[in-house]
Nanobody, 123 residues
């Protein structure tokens, strides 16, 4: 099995910053993508940002220039999401996820989710 440890959510005023972290552990052979989705009440879950296996970042248009995803230098299965210039529209539950292979024989990736962390941007 695969486990996630997420941290860093909370309440912040508009224009403020938060940093989310997520560490994956367990039966992991390789990670293809790792990052975050978010979900607002009544809306579908949307991709916020992810890192590819070679370290290339992808971002949703709504967060480009404000959010930065990075990987921990010591633990390649740990990622961070630095969120700056936060807006009320960024309020959501943020879910860490990973598309990964659990063994060399796996032909396809498996997707795993963290438990989610609440981010609230409000004055």
């Amino acid at each position: 099995q695969v486990q996630f440890v997420e941290s860093g959510g909370g309440l912040v005023q508009p224009g403020g910053s938060l940093r989310l972290s997520c560490a994956a552990s367990g039966s992991i052979f390789s990670i293809t993508f790792m990052g975050w989705y978010r979900q607002c009440p009544g809306k579908e879950r949307e991709l916020v940002s992810r890192l590819t296996s070679d370290g290339s970042p992808n971002y949703a248009d709504s967060v480009k220039g404000r959010f930065t995803i990075s990987r921990d230098n010591a633990n390649k299965n740990m990622v961070y999401l630095q969120m700056d210039s936060l807006e009320p529209e960024d309020t959501a539950v943020y879910y860490c996820y990973a598309d990964l292979k659990r063994a060399p024989r796996d032909r396809n990736d498996y997707r795993y989710w963290g438990q989610g962390t609440q981010v609230t941007v409000s004055s």
